[in-house]
């Protein structure tokens, strides 16, 4: 493996639980480049998604089952990936997995994520890096976020702060730039209150509110939204994590009736609250008066949620990731084949001033 030239594969199954988004990409340590060469995002079944949302409330027999079944799926889209792009397995050095999340608590520091790595390594006979977090629980901290490696890697010579905001399920934060000592946290709710809303109104029909149109319709509730900010997570000092269902589908049917309510009016609420969240954080947490905020994750295609942070935060250039050559669902399965990387060359990667462990370290388990 020539340290300057690292051809990796980033695997990542997000909170959405929507699918696989698979990376491939070239990594030079000793320059800070991270060179995206292919993407793409493989859907799951419906069926699949399902079971992946509701697996907290699993028992251990239907756990196990979902285990051993993801890492067949995604060993199938890996492979898949690898055909599609005409990338021989030889040309890959190592694959790196952020596995399905299906428990967080911070509060404990315990967090669990599954799929079977060994069906990938094995069957592909390409090493794969996985179980990241646990490294860093070890020495006291939280286990996540983990992507402020990848941020500072590439933001950290910046010579003024930027703040990069990832929006998937829960909306997270890095600051970093030239003489800023990288930090980050999870901010709130992204795009699952949104997401649990649009399947509640359809019973399952429909995943998400395409564009944010519906919420573009809606009128806001900001009762509503005052009510929800006196939730204990937002005043938290980080370093702090969020698991998924801390603002989840309970969190719609306590909130809202969908009997005497319009979705419209539900989503705009929600949509609004999620923009409110990312600036109410930014305006407490953040020290520095950062020029840019950089989004990705799947937040950035929906228009009313990006244009009502663009408000919100009108001092400071809101733009998206794809302006740095980045897919916004491409930027967390690259950190993690970037952390892959990382693992293979002994190099710490938990930010601990992110995480709040007590020692950097190598993260990562490695099945050859």
């Known amino acids: 493996m020539n340290i300057d030239d690292i051809k990796a594969i980033g695997l990542m199954s997000g909170t959405s639980a929507d699918g696989l988004s698979v990376v491939y990409a070239r990594i030079c340590f000793s320059k800070r480049k991270v060179d995206l060469i292919k993407y793409k995002t493989y859907n799951y079944e419906k069926k699949l998604t399902l079971k992946i949302i509701n697996a907290r409330d699993f028992k ?58 060994e069906f990938i390594s094995r069957l592909l006979k390409i090493p794969v890096v996985y179980d990241f977090r646990v490294g860093d629980i070890v020495f006291g901290g939280e286990g996540a976020p983990l992507v402020p490696f990848f941020d500072e890697f590439l933001f950290g010579k910046n010579n003024f702060p930027v703040g990069l905001l990832n929006i998937g399920g829960v909306s997270n934060i890095t600051v970093t730039g030239s003489g800023i000592k990288t930090y980050g946290f999870d901010i709130g709710p992204g795009n699952t209150l949104m997401d649990w809303a649009i399947s509640i109104y359809s019973n399952g029909k429909k995943r998400y509110d395409r564009d944010g149109n519906l919420a573009l319709k809606g009128k806001v509730d900001f009762r509503k939204i005052e009510r929800f900010m006196k939730n204990s997570f937002f005043n938290l000092p980080p370093p702090k994590s969020l698991d998924r269902e801390e603002f989840g ?43 840019k905020l950089i989004i990705s994750g799947g937040g950035v295609y929906n228009k009313t949620l990006f244009e009502n942070i663009r408000k919100l935060l009108s001092d400071v250039e809101v733009e998206s990731i794809e302006k740095y050559k980045i897919h916004p669902l491409a930027k967390e399965p690259l950190a993690f084949a970037l952390l892959g990387a990382a693992r293979f060359l002994n190099v710490a990667s938990n930010v601990v001033s992110v995480t709040g462990a007590k020692n950097k370290v190598v993260l990562g388990k490695i099945s050859f």
């Open 60 to 117: 251990l027999h239907d756990i196990v089952e979902l285990h051993y079944e993801l890492g067949k799926v995604w060993y199938d889209m890996v492979k898949r990936f690898l055909k599609e792009f005409k990338i021989k397995p030889s040309d890959v050095d190592l694959i790196a997995s952020h596995g399905q999340t299906v428990y967080h608590s911070s509060l404990k520091k315990q967090t669990y994520q599954i799929g079977e790595v």
């Open 249 to 291: 589908k309970e969190f719609v049917l306590k909130n809202f009736d969908f009997q005497k309510e319009n979705i419209e009016d539900i989503l705009a609420t929600l949509n609004y609250f999620t923009a409110y969240s990312v600036y109410y954080s930014v305006r407490r947490f953040v020290k520095e008066r950062i020029k």
